[in-house]
């Protein structure tokens, strides 16, 4: 499956933006997404991930209560809303398709990756 990534971009530091991630078909319906990020120089951390229904999300500490993460299945797409952005979430976003259907932070379940997105806050 082919993953992309989108809705990156420059915000103030206090804005919103909304990434999407599209998959290029619905072998991903049955399983647990998720979102990573990587900035200048470090290494790429988990973000936050959704079960297979969407009824369930797990998040880095980070991230809790700004960021939001959903997923539509019949378009095969998961989201990540992400509000109140702060300088430090700079970094560019991957998201991934897990071979769980369950949410999880475990990087090494994932198996398929989209390019990244690139998102900028500016202080």
């Known amino acids: 499956v082919q993953l992309q990534a989108s809705g990156g971009g420059l915000v103030q530091a206090g804005g919103s933006l909304r990434l999407s991630c599209a998959a290029s078909d619905r072998t991903v319906s049955n399983n647990g997404m998720g979102w990573f990020r990587q900035a200048p120089g470090k290494e790429r951390e988990f973000v936050a991930s959704?079960?297979?229904?969407?009824?369930?999300?797990v998040y880095a500490d980070s991230v809790k209560g700004r960021f939001t993460m959903s997923r539509d299945n019949a378009r095969n797409t998961v989201y990540l809303q992400m509000n109140s952005l702060r300088p430090e979430d700079t970094a560019i976003y991957y998201c991934?398709?897990?071979?769980?259907?369950?949410?999880?932070?475990?990087?090494?379940?994932?198996?398929?990756w989209g390019q990244g997105t690139l998102v900028t806050v500016s202080s």
């Open positions: 991934a398709a897990s071979r769980s259907s369950a949410a999880t932070r475990v990087t090494t379940l994932y198996r398929s």
């Open positions: 959704i079960n297979w229904k969407g009824s369930d999300s």
